[in-house]
């Protein structure tokens, strides 16, 4: 089975410019989440959704910083304008529902760097 | 956000030593998860705890769910070469809220 899938693995570009990370989660699973790791501030969770709907976002660093899931099979996080403090790797991560919390599963994550 | 406390940071073994680390929280959890990352990829789920005092085994790799729910341990058994990597532990307070993640445990093994 196709695991969660990010793209682009690497970005790298000027701070001011637009940024657009992408993620498919896997099949059936209705919840969603993006986090940002750092050395600094470790794995950060940002904002996840359920059922295409933003549940917490409380994790947005700023309005800089937005995501949108417009359907099941696509979820997009955008960075606009860019910083060079948000040079990290972020991860998007599934999970399926179910009686029990079930484990979220992680795609290989885009190393992003801002110079 | 929840605190989970990781330790230790860091670990440097031999090749064929058991392996221990832990997770504390602030919190009572009713689930607990740990994950592996290698370089360059993301977390992998190694092993899922849902209930307080279970003992669940993956291969070398035993974890349990503290009876406290505020605590979870990872062991590795005959650590191996491959065990090189960033352990992260999970844990969630109720069903459908985020999980809050440890800061890691760096562990190499030196062959």
């Known amino acids: 089975d196709a695991g969660v899938i990010q793209s682009p693995r690497h970005e790298v570009t000027e701070m001011g410019q637009e940024v657009t990370l992408r993620c498919k989660p896997i099949?059936?699973?209705?919840?969603l989440f993006w986090y940002r790791q750092t050395m600094m501030r470790g794995l950060e969770l940002l904002i996840y959704f359920n059922n295409n709907v933003p549940i917490d976002d409380s994790g947005m660093p700023e309005d800089r910083f937005s995501a949108k899931m417009p359907n099941a099979s696509f979820s997009t996080l955008k960075i606009q304008p860019s910083e060079p403090r948000d040079s990290a790797v972020y991860f998007c991560?599934?999970?399926?529902?179910?009686?029990?919390?079930?484990?979220?599963?992680f795609g290989d994550g885009t190393r992003l760097s801002i110079l | 956000g929840q605190q989970l406390n990781q330790s230790p940071q860091s670990m440097f073994i031999q090749e064929g030593e058991d392996v221990s680390m832990n997770c504390t929280s602030s919190?009572?959890?009713?689930?607990w998860l740990w994950y592996k990352q290698d370089p360059g990829e993301g977390p992998v789920l190694l092993i899922a705890?849902?209930?307080?005092?279970e003992l669940t085994s993956n291969g070398r790799l035993t974890a349990q769910f503290g009876i406290t729910r505020k605590d979870s341990f990872l062991n590795i058994s005959a650590s191996i070469p491959s065990d090189v990597g960033i352990y992260f532990c999970?844990?969630?307070?109720?069903?459908?809220?985020?999980?809050?993640f440890g800061t890691g445990t760096s562990l190499t093994v030196i062959p």
């Open positions: 999970a844990g969630q307070i109720s069903t459908g809220n985020q999980f809050y």
């Open positions: 991560a599934s999970a399926s529902p179910g009686p029990q919390n079930q484990p979220q599963h």
């Open positions: 099949s059936g699973h209705d919840y």
């Open positions: 705890l849902y209930k307080a005092g």
């Open positions: 919190s009572i959890f009713n689930t």
